[in-house]
């Protein structure tokens, strides 16, 4: 009896340890096959984290920034349509005091001068909620010029850049898209075209020329260009001896009509419609 007990008791340890040593072998062919992570894969799995944070923040900021934008919008657009109301208010009582035969000539004045005034801030506010729609939406119904031309007040301006004529030739393909050369009527508008991304060594023909006849320079309109409207140096080069004059790195040159350079057409901008905001 003591020897079987005995027999028993080695084959039960002998599976022990068998166990033991298969555990054994199996963890270390486990760490074989997934070795730890070494410092280069940490550095670059903790980049690629950080750039998602950076995406995610920049993401959540335009986001905070659009819905601004919008809210804004919103107000201008609310502000417009309840001057809307005002001026057809002020149109309804004027008609109210004609139609009822007590025209007071002081009164009636007053009140055209008033829907004049709101009108014209109607126009205004219109023009603003119109640009700050065309930033986001080139295309968008309310922009007064045609596509790829910029709106600059009353104007709409295109600019080529990618082909070279002559200045009769520059002039006859503005004629073709119903514009003129570019003629400048003042500082701001001059402020405006310097203000355009445009190749710094870019070179465009203006509509202004030297009429030999009243020896003067004369814009395509047949209007004398304001001297307010150069500086000293620029004057110096227009009284030169050349016949036609170019824009280039935000000043006005002359050179010779016949050289071949890029364009600026300038046409009157069409007349903006407040329903085409909504």
């Not at 340890?17 to 054994?24: E, I, K, L, P, Y």
């Not at 993401?59 to 804004?72: P, Y």
């Not at 050369?181 to 030297?210: A, C, M, N, T």
């Not at 395509?220 to 001297?227: A, K, N, V």
Request: net charge positive.
């Amino acid at each position: 009896m003591s020897e079987d007990v005995t027999y028993a008791t080695l084959t039960f340890q002998d599976s022990a340890g068998t166990r033991n040593n298969w555990d054994g072998n199996n963890l270390r062919k486990r760490d074989r096959r997934h070795p730890a992570l070494s410092p280069t894969w940490r550095h670059a799995a903790l980049s690629l984290l950080t750039l998602c944070l950076m995406l995610l923040i920049g993401l959540v900021t335009l986001g905070i920034m659009f819905l601004q934008m919008s809210s804004e919008m919103n107000s201008d657009s609310e502000k417009l349509s309840q001057l809307q109301k005002i001026i057809h208010q002020q149109q309804d009582n004027l008609s109210q005091q004609l139609g009822s035969g007590n025209n007071f000539p002081v009164k009636e004045e007053f009140l055209k001068s008033q829907i004049s005034n709101l009108l014209k801030k109607q126009r205004q506010m219109a023009i603003k909620l119109c640009q700050e729609l065309i930033s986001h939406t080139s295309d968008h119904r309310c922009n007064p010029c045609p596509k790829t031309w910029q709106w600059y007040q009353n104007s709409c301006y295109y600019f080529t850049t990618n082909e070279e004529k002559t200045c009769a030739n520059s002039r006859k393909n503005c004629r073709d898209k119903n514009s003129t050369l570019v003629k400048i009527d003042s500082l701001e508008e001059k402020d405006f075209l310097k203000s355009q991304p445009l190749p710094l060594f870019s070179f465009f023909w203006l509509g202004l020329s030297w009429d030999p006849s009243g020896r003067s320079w004369l814009w395509e309109d047949g209007s004398i260009p304001s001297p307010s409207l150069f500086s000293t140096k620029e004057l110096a080069q227009i009284n030169g001896s050349q016949r036609c004059a170019y824009f280039q790195k935000r000043n006005i040159y002359i050179s010779r009509c016949s050289a071949e350079i890029s364009w600026i057409c300038e046409k009157t901008a069409a007349l903006m419609k407040i329903e085409d905001l909504y």
